[in-house]
Structure formats: structure tokens, C-alpha cells
């Protein structure tokens, strides 16, 4: 697989990218540096919106705009740069924030959280239903999905919508659920991959080590993508759960991958550059940056919120 920078303006933590089909452009935030952005292929234009808080996940709304997951809560942009509208606000402590997320395929908004500390399994994943036909009269539903875990990442759903898939970063495992679409039902847990620890001692630029799982994306053949943090590759993972495929990073530190393009067939991955050592940022300078590369099966495009 041939990489190339798609955008050269490196991020500190560039998470959450989706391809926007009628738009035509590639969003994405970067955490630490606490903006929404957005990049033009066709004519090369990049866009930095800054936000009071981390972004951890946005995702597109069929009625324009964006949703968001900030530090404190889930909120509502009608557009581009527009007011930040709260809609639902959470009282979890300071050491906690919103992280990993996205639309399911019916147009609820879910997104986990992350408990920065790690020393505890106190992450949780929520969906929001904001949909007209909610039952709720359109008002926000808030469902707890999951929970015991440290960091979550790795959200995606199959083709079919049949299964759902969540990782814990920190505990180095991706977790899968039978899924029931209209009903929001998760049935049948199982651990989908789990991966060896980091060795004890480990310093970045040693061996012995594939990384710990973040984003993640499916194509339409199902195979789910995985972004292997500070193991400098990708996994393209069948859905039983083996290793189909493993893909070089251009980085150590990829973040997470998506689907787009036209034909859906451009790979984009965002990385990281954040407290990486100085060693590692001189050799590999291009962190921070979004790749792209070619890919023969074309992946699932990306959900819409509905409100």
C-alpha cells in the first residue's frame, strides 16, 4: 500500500475522520488541539474551526451541520463555525471525557468516554437518540450501551448492522455485540481480538510490541480496520476476528482510519504527534499529519445523525 500526506498540516491528535459524501470533503478533530477540521481535495483548501473543549468524535447530521462529543457533553452545530447548542451535558468528574463516536446505521449519535488516568475501568459508551420518532417526543434518550472499560475507541458497525464493535484501547482488546438496529438491542458479547500487553519496560522505537488498538472502520466486505497506537500498522481483521491483513503505517502512531472518495476505495488516516519523543518526531517528522492511500474494497460510507 502506497501512502501519501494528504494533509500536510500536522495535528497534535488527529481522531474521528469522515468522509462527507455530498460535501465532498474530509473531517476530522484533533483532540489535544481542540478544533474541528476539514480539508477540500479538489481544491486543497484546509479549515481549522478552534472549540472550548476537546473534541473527542463528531459525526455528519442529515439536517446540516455537525454533532459533537466535548469534553462535558454532546452538542449540536447547525453549521460550519456555528453556535455550540448542548444536548445533553454530563457531570462526570474532570479526569473524564468524550472520546470515540459515531452515528449508527438508523441516526442515533454514540459515543464512549475515556478516563484519562487509566489506572480504572470507568469508560462508558452511550447512545443518544435524537430522532423525531423517538417516542421520547424528539427529546434526547440517553442509553448506557457498555461499560468496564478505560479508554473507548474502535466504534464501528458491520454492513448488515448486525454487529457492533467497541474497543478498550488501554486493556488492548475489541469487544463485538450482536446488534439489533431498530431496537438498539446489543445481545452476545464476546472479545472479538485481544492483543498482547505492551512489555513492561518498553520504550518507543524498541521491538516486541504491535500496538493497542484505537480507530477503527469496515468495508464492505466486513473486514474491520484497526489502528494499532505506537505499533506503526494497521489490521484489516476478518469478522472472525483473524488478522486478514496487516498494513505498514507511514507513522508510530496512527489514530484512525476511514473510507472516502468518490468510489469510496481512498483510505485516509489520521495520527499523532502529542508527547512524542524528540527521537521519534526527527525520524518520522510527517506525524501529526493525514495520510491516504488506495485500497481495492471499498469501505461503508459513513452515518448520518438524525434530529
Not at 468522509?19 to 489535544?32: F, G, K, M
Not at 474541528?36 to 459525526?59: F, H, K, N, T, Y
Not at 463555525?81 to 445533553?88: E, F, H, N, S, Y
Request: net charge neutral; with cysteine; hydrophobic share 35%.
Amino acid at each position: 500500500m502506497k501512502w501519501e500526506v494528504a494533509v500536510r498540516e500536522a495535528d497534535e491528535v488527529g481522531e474521528s475522520p469522515f468522509w462527507h459524501p455530498t460535501e465532498r470533503r474530509l473531517y476530522w478533530v484533533d483532540v489535544a488541539g481542540k478544533c474541528v477540521r476539514r480539508w477540500d481535495p479538489a481544491g486543497g483548501a484546509s479549515e481549522r474551526w478552534a472549540l472550548p473543549q476537546e473534541p473527542g468524535c463528531i459525526a455528519p447530521a442529515k439536517s446540516g451541520g455537525l454533532v459533537l462529543g466535548l469534553r462535558d457533553g454532546i452538542y449540536r452545530a447547525r453549521s460550519w463555525g456555528g453556535a455550540l447548542v448542548p444536548i445533553v451535558r454530563f457531570q462526570h468528574a474532570e479526569t473524564t471525557r468524550f472520546n470515540d463516536g459515531k452515528a449508527d446505521p438508523a441516526g442515533r449519535f454514540w459515543a464512549g468516554t475515556y478516563y484519562e488516568p487509566k489506572d480504572a475501568r470507568k469508560a462508558d459508551l452511550y447512545a443518544f437518540d435524537c430522532r423525531p420518532d423517538n417516542g421520547n417526543g424528539g427529546k434526547p434518550l440517553v442509553q448506557l450501551k457498555a461499560h468496564n472499560a478505560t479508554s473507548a475507541n474502535g466504534l464501528a458497525w458491520s454492513p448488515d448492522a448486525r454487529t457492533v464493535y467497541w474497543a478498550d484501547t488501554a486493556q488492548h482488546v475489541i469487544h463485538a455485540w450482536d446488534f439489533e438496529p431498530h431496537a438498539s438491542v446489543m445481545r452476545r458479547h464476546r472479545v472479538f481480538r485481544q492483543f498482547p500487553p505492551k512489555p513492561a519496560g518498553w520504550k518507543p522505537g524498541q521491538g516486541g510490541y504491535g500496538g493497542r488498538p484505537d480507530g477503527a472502520a469496515v468495508d464492505a466486505e466486513g473486514f474491520y480496520w484497526c489502528a494499532m497506537f505506537e505499533g506503526g500498522r494497521l489490521l484489516r481483521l476478518a469478522p472472525s476476528g483473524e488478522i486478514a491483513a496487516e498494513i505498514e503505517a507511514p507513522v508510530r502512531c496512527p489514530t484512525m482510519p476511514c473510507f472516502g472518495g468518490p468510489d469510496g476505495r481512498t483510505l485516509y488516516l489520521t495520527t499523532a504527534r502529542h508527547g512524542r519523543p524528540a527521537d521519534e518526531l526527527r525520524a518520522l517528522p510527517e506525524s501529526g499529519c493525514v495520510f491516504a492511500a488506495r485500497v481495492e474494497v471499498p469501505g461503508l460510507p459513513a452515518n448520518f445523525f438524525i434530529d
